[in-house]
């Protein structure tokens, strides 16, 4: 027995220096200026953001003109005979004539039945649908960021208080050694302190396990080192004044959900539109400038240079009066598709109303047992305090105080976990109500 609280003696004073080198505390707003900077899915979001932005630029739209520029030359070589008007006949061997051309073309679609306008409306709602995807991103990352945090608070507390409760044990072990020597007692009373030293012992090495574990996990949603050693703020405070109609109605107008499906809808309607554009004509606009350029040296030409230049503009009107009936289904599927966008907000309607309510009913929930459990630490406190004085006074038995040490240790910890239950329920409720990103953590 006593080798194995030596072993374990040995393994806390190893692993001592590592739980107290945290000393620099990680705060809250330290955090979340790192996970919004270095967290990897935030940058995908924010990329794909950039490309939607591209998207929606005045060069993807189709409102400005194509330019292209053509040019050309060649040399033909040819044995020519060929009689004159008098009789006479001629001929040219490797008669070698030389063209030559160069033109700058201009398209401009002045109508196209209004497709490209609401193509480009689409472009400008998936940009703006876009950042609200990198906000949920954004607000999902933080409300895992705190889910590790506190999580990390919750066990540095938790082993804090472990460790109290080793010392406490130790001490009752020394003096009943001191009792036992004195014959004050038998060696039972020894045995059983050592057994509960060894018992703390191994929950408070479990319990820094689950932290260094837990800061690993915490330094990977910052992308940061995954070795970095931190403390974390265990302080706690609730965001005031919090009511259940200003959360629905917060809900309704802020959830991003909500405002991300607004988008598909409106994005719905431009397509209906889009496909009733085929039914409209394409008006062009072509303008060109060429130049022509051609060398002959034979004598039966007629001109041995010719050289040109022009402008040429053509407005032209393209109607497809039949195509098939494609313009008919395109219209009726996107009818459809926009029909589909609709239930869809539905549901997420109603999916956002069960959860505000959910949420909320959980946060008053939290707060409730919180309380509860601070009324019943402070009643285990006062227990064991007495309990404490009667058993120096040798009043109680060693069973008796190990039972009050642990009622102790077990309202602790469970007050520190109701804490951070209420705090992320708390996080969860304005996340549904499209507040998170504009409280204080």
Excluded: C
Aim: proline share 1%.
């Amino acid at each position: 027995m006593k080798s194995i609280f030596y072993t374990l003696f040995l393994i806390l004073l190893f692993f001592a220096p590592l739980a107290h080198a945290q000393d620099q505390v990680l705060s809250k707003e330290e955090a979340i200026e790192m996970v919004l900077e270095g967290n990897l899915d935030i940058q995908v979001a924010r990329n794909t953001k950039v490309i939607d932005d591209n998207n929606a630029d005045i060069l993807n739209s189709g409102y400005l003109p194509s330019v292209t520029g053509n040019a050309s030359g060649s040399i033909d070589k040819q044995n020519s005979e060929g009689v004159l008007a008098n009789g006479d006949t001629r001929t040219a061997e490797g008669a070698e004539t030389r063209r030559y051309s160069a033109s700058v073309n201009v398209n401009y679609t002045l109508f196209d039945g209004l497709g490209r306008y609401y193509n480009y409306k689409n472009f400008k709602e998936r940009s703006q649908q876009s950042g609200l995807e990198v906000r949920q991103t954004i607000e999902n990352t933080i409300l895992q960021l705190f889910t590790v945090y506190y999580e990390a608070a919750r066990l540095t507390e938790n082993t804090a208080t472990l460790e109290q409760a080793l010392e406490i044990s130790k001490d009752r072990f020394k003096r009943a050694q001191y009792q036992f020597e004195f014959g004050q007692n038998t060696g039972l009373d020894v045995l059983n302190a050592e057994v509960d030293i060894n018992t703390d012992s191994i929950n408070l090495l479990n319990s820094r396990q689950e932290l260094r574990n837990t800061m690993r996990d915490l330094n990977l949603i910052l992308n940061r080192d995954l070795s970095a050693q931190f403390a974390t703020d265990t302080t706690v405070t609730f965001v005031p004044g919090l009511q259940m109609e200003n959360m629905y109605n917060e809900a309704q107008l802020n959830n991003v959900r909500l405002q991300i499906v607004e988008k598909d809808i409106n994005m719905g309607l431009n397509d209906i539109r889009v496909a009733k554009s085929g039914y409209l004509p394409t008006i062009g606009l072509t303008g060109t400038y060429g130049w022509n350029e051609s060398n002959n040296n034979s004598p039966l030409a007629f001109a041995l240079q010719n050289t040109s230049t022009g402008v040429t503009g053509t407005v032209n009107l393209t109607w497809n009066l039949f195509d098939g009936g494609t313009t008919i289904t395109g219209i009726k599927n996107a009818k459809i598709a926009y029909k589909n966008q609709e239930i869809a907000k539905k549901q997420i309607q109603l999916e956002v109303e069960r959860d505000i309510r959910n949420a909320w009913d959980s946060y008053t929930n939290a707060l409730y047992v919180l309380e509860v459990q601070e009324k019943n630490l402070q009643t285990n406190q006062n227990n064991f305090k007495r309990t404490d004085e009667r058993y120096k006074l040798g009043q109680v038995t060693s069973i008796e105080f190990r039972q009050a040490q642990l009622n102790l240790l077990n309202a602790e910890l469970a007050k520190s976990q109701a804490k951070y239950n209420a705090k992320l329920a708390e996080l969860q409720m304005l996340q549904v109500s499209g507040q998170l990103l504009n409280v204080e953590f």
